[in-house]
């Protein structure tokens, strides 16, 4: 038994002690946060301003698509409310925020 003990506190003795600096352990987190950054915050702040910026440029006559997916013609725009003309004699007032986006003209 004395040969195998003696073996284990020759390994014991080999395995040099290496110090790492405190900065090197925090590096894989700042490198995945630096990621998040990129791929995942920047893209929705840039989405956000565009989308408030739309909202901005909201006139009458514009027609618009809700996130509901009610397509409308904006008749009148208040603060935070805009009257919507969804068919003939039809108007809903919904939340300015909860106008999607502009719809397009056809081209061609």
């Known amino acids: 038994m004395s040969t195998l003990a ?6 014991a003795q080999q395995a040099p002690q290496v110090q790492q ?13 630096i990621i998040f950054y990129f ?4 893209p929705q702040k840039k989405s956000q301003r565009e989308h408030a910026k739309m909202l901005e440029g909201l006139a009458k006559n514009d027609e618009v698509i809700t996130s509901g997916g009610v ?8 603060e ?13 007032k919904v939340q300015k925020s909860s106008i999607a986006r502009i719809k397009r003209a056809k081209v061609g």
């Open 71 to 78: 397509y409308g013609t904006i008749v009148n725009i208040q």
């Open 21 to 33: 600096s405190p900065l090197i352990g925090l590096l894989p987190i700042a490198l995945i946060f």
């Open 6 to 11: 003696f073996a284990q506190e020759g390994a």
């Open 39 to 42: 791929l995942l915050i920047r």
């Open 80 to 92: 935070d409310v805009v009257t919507l003309r969804i068919d003939d004699n039809v108007r809903i």
